[in-house]
């Protein structure tokens, strides 16, 4: 039986060099292994009013026809990243070699792939009028534990639709499965996800971000 995924590795939360990853629904996971395509979506349906305000400033600014996004995070699990990004049971994170992914990108200009730089009101203040690259990829210091990477698409000749790139398999390093997904599912949805054509080898766990053995058991050594 393959054993549920650690989440926690001696308090760190930082990915080790060239993983990178993408909280997301399980849909979008099935999606993308069975089509082998990722694609970029609208920031106007975000969460964060910020980030929708900010790339909807920098859209008007360069004249853009099209603006699509995708987020990806460098930090490891934490409760916010499930939380807020694949809250739920049907939840999952999808960690890729940040190398190969970039690939699926590379021959496209349009596409700009950059981390996300935070600053202080202060600092922001003292940069204004924010350059055009700011508005794409700033945001407030208080959003640094995302530790976010952002794939950014720009057209200024035409209006796109959900931009999609061809993905490589190789590029998927593993997939994890919600914390709050319930421990009966998880083999049904591990056979799930190997069952696509070309995910048999795939890495399938479960989080244990909120049911962590290892942790728990230091409470019981009095």
Not at 51 to 62: E, G, I, N, P, T
Not at 119 to 145: C, Q, T
Not at 156 to 163: G, L, M, V
Not at 202 to 221: G, I, P
């Amino acid at each position: 039986m393959i054993p549920e995924f650690d989440s926690i590795k001696a308090g760190k939360t930082k990915l080790a060099t060239n993983i990178i990853n993408r909280y997301t629904s399980l849909a979008s996971a099935v999606n993308l292994l069975s089509e082998r395509k990722l694609t970029l979506l609208d920031p106007n349906t975000w969460d964060d009013k910020n980030d929708v305000h900010y790339l909807d400033r920098y859209k008007k600014a360069v004249s853009a026809k099209s603006v699509y996004a995708l987020c990806l995070s460098r930090a490891g699990q934490t409760y916010h990243h499930w939380r807020v990004f694949a809250g739920g049971p049907d939840g999952v994170c999808i960690s890729f070699f940040e190398d190969k992914l970039k690939e699926s990108f590379e021959w496209d200009p349009r596409v700009e792939y950059q981390d996300v730089e935070y600053l202080s009101i202060r600092e922001a203040r003292s940069r204004v009028p924010l350059e055009d690259d700011d508005l794409k990829f700033v945001k407030h210091s208080r959003y640094k534990p995302e530790q976010e990477t952002r794939v950014v698409f720009t057209d200024k000749r035409a209006k796109t639709e959900f931009p999609s790139y061809d993905i490589d398999l190789d590029a998927v390093k593993r997939i994890t499965l919600s914390p709050w997904l319930s421990k009966p599912l998880v083999s049904s949805m591990r056979k799930l996800l190997k069952s696509i054509d070309g995910c048999r080898d795939l890495e399938v766990y479960r989080s244990t971000l909120t049911d962590f053995k290892d942790w728990k058991a230091l409470a019981d050594r009095r």
